[in-house]
């Protein structure tokens, strides 16, 4: 029975995405975070609900989530866009945001869980200053973007103030290892400030993505026809 409630509540809430552009923010939910990365993160916010983006979040009232929402919820009318999707596990402790409506405030039993639904939903990911959490949903969303197994999707890093500029540069270094190829490196588009942000997400729903990935590439190998590392 709570296998049926469960695919009920994902099938209703796909529904509810489908009507417009759905944004997935991945960042932290850590209330030690700096004052102009929470700015930053309402300010986003402030923009996608402005500009009739639905949101979808990890859920949280503490950290960069909770000003995320509180930007959402202070700059449009109807919360019927808003939607949070968050594990069991964090039930006992009561650190939902209140501003989503219960009924669309979706629990999953695991992380795992948690990923495919977004992956279900969203029609761009942004990628706020986070911990584990925030790279772990980043390369989730990469590496199965990469093996084309699910539809592609705009990946923004909102690199602000240079706080993902290492794992950039790791990036940098995979590629010129020869173990990240060039096109799996495109599917990653970044932004400097919640504008930034903004005006991709525009453009990008007004082109289609040009990159040629998934396993029938071969993209691993150095001497099949489409030769991707010569």
Not at 24 to 35: L, Q, R, W
Not at 157 to 162: E, K, T
Not at 165 to 194: C, G, R, W, Y
């Amino acid at each position: 029975m709570k296998k049926i409630i469960f695919f009920v509540l994902t099938f209703w809430l796909y529904s509810c995405f489908a009507q417009q552009q759905t944004i997935a923010v991945f960042c932290s939910a850590d209330n030690k975070v700096s004052d102009s990365f929470k700015t930053i993160a309402h300010n986003l916010g402030a923009l996608l609900g402005q500009h009739g983006f639905g949101l979808v979040t990890g859920g949280s009232q503490t950290g960069l989530m909770k000003e995320i929402v509180d930007g959402y919820v202070h700059a449009t009318d109807s919360l019927h866009n808003l939607f949070g999707i968050m594990p069991d596990a964090l039930k006992p402790f009561d650190v939902h945001h209140k501003k989503i409506p219960e009924n669309q405030l979706l629990w999953v039993q695991t992380m795992h869980c948690r990923l495919t639904n977004f992956q279900n939903i969203s029609d761009a990911i942004i990628i706020l200053p986070g911990g584990y959490g925030t790279l772990h949903e980043l390369m989730d969303f990469l590496v199965h973007s990469q093996f084309e197994l699910i539809k592609k999707i705009p990946i923004i890093i909102c690199n602000i103030d240079g706080y993902w500029d290492n794992l950039l540069q790791q990036f940098k270094v995979m590629e010129e290892h020869k173990l990240l190829h060039p096109k799996h490196l495109a599917l990653i588009t970044v932004a400097n400030s919640e504008q930034e942000c903004l005006d991709i997400l525009i453009n990008l729903s007004q082109s289609s993505s040009t990159h040629e990935c998934g396993l029938n590439s071969f993209y691993w190998e150095k001497n099949k026809q489409n030769v991707l590392f010569p």
